[in-house]
């Protein structure tokens, strides 16, 4: 009997791209190049030996410029929508409710893709930017799922279509921006310092609040009218880039 020796594995450890590019390595039908955008890759194995890969044809990220429609949750001191005409902070806004706004906010966007942005085999990734401070997502009526931290992005081939697209990504933030809005209006509860002196007759009789422009109800002062805002909402920018998957030897 003839032993043969098998050759020793020597699997690819690291990949380097052009510059802008997120390049990686995909394994789920055999072993393919992950990259973002034309050029050169090395692809460096365990020995230390490095191949060459030259990929070339991709598409120009789509940047989803606007208008955004923006539908904001309600009983929360902000108008029921707004319109940006580019993605900034709400707190950026001329309206005092939306600048204040804490709650989740739907942001709406039409737009169309060319054909031949989404090839078969291929991938595209939706990248929202700087969110503040977690989004859940639908494109055409599909659920992606939520994005907690960064980066925000989410493969999106199996919902993206040529032709009209419809995203819808709702935005929650912090309660610090509603609190200093709050605080622009007069008191309606006793304090002493920043805490609460006593409990307010309409809570411990269960009735409604008094009619006041405060939205929120605490027991102590954390924030004053003069405190800076926390950036808030879908800050962008929101692109939409493809991603070939090269097979590599």
Known sequence: MTLVNEPEPDPYVRVEGPPQSTPDFDVVNGMRLRASSDGVYALHRASGKTTQVEVTGMPEPLRLTGPWDVRFQSNRGAPEKARFERLTSWTEHTDPGVRHFSGTATNTIHFDVPEGFCKPDDEVWLDLG????????????????????????????????????????????????????????????????????????????????????????????????????????????????????????
Do not use: M
């Open 130 to 249: 700087d969110v503040r401070e977690i989004a859940e997502l639908r494109l055409n009526d599909q659920n992606l799922g939520v994005l907690w931290r960064r980066p925000f992005r989410v493969e999106v081939s199996n919902a993206l279509r040529a032709g009209k697209n419809t995203l819808e990504i709702d935005v929650t933030n912090l309660w610090v921006n509603r609190l200093i809005g709050d605080e622009q209006y007069p008191d309606d509860c006793e304090w002493n310092e920043s805490y609460l002196v006593r409990w307010p007759e309409w809570l411990i009789n269960g009735k409604p609040r008094p009619a006041t422009d405060r939205v929120t109800f605490t027991t102590w002062k954390h924030w004053n009218a003069e405190d800076t805002l926390l950036p808030s909402g879908l800050i962008g920018p929101v692109t939409l880039s493809g991603v070939k998957l090269v097979p590599v030897p």
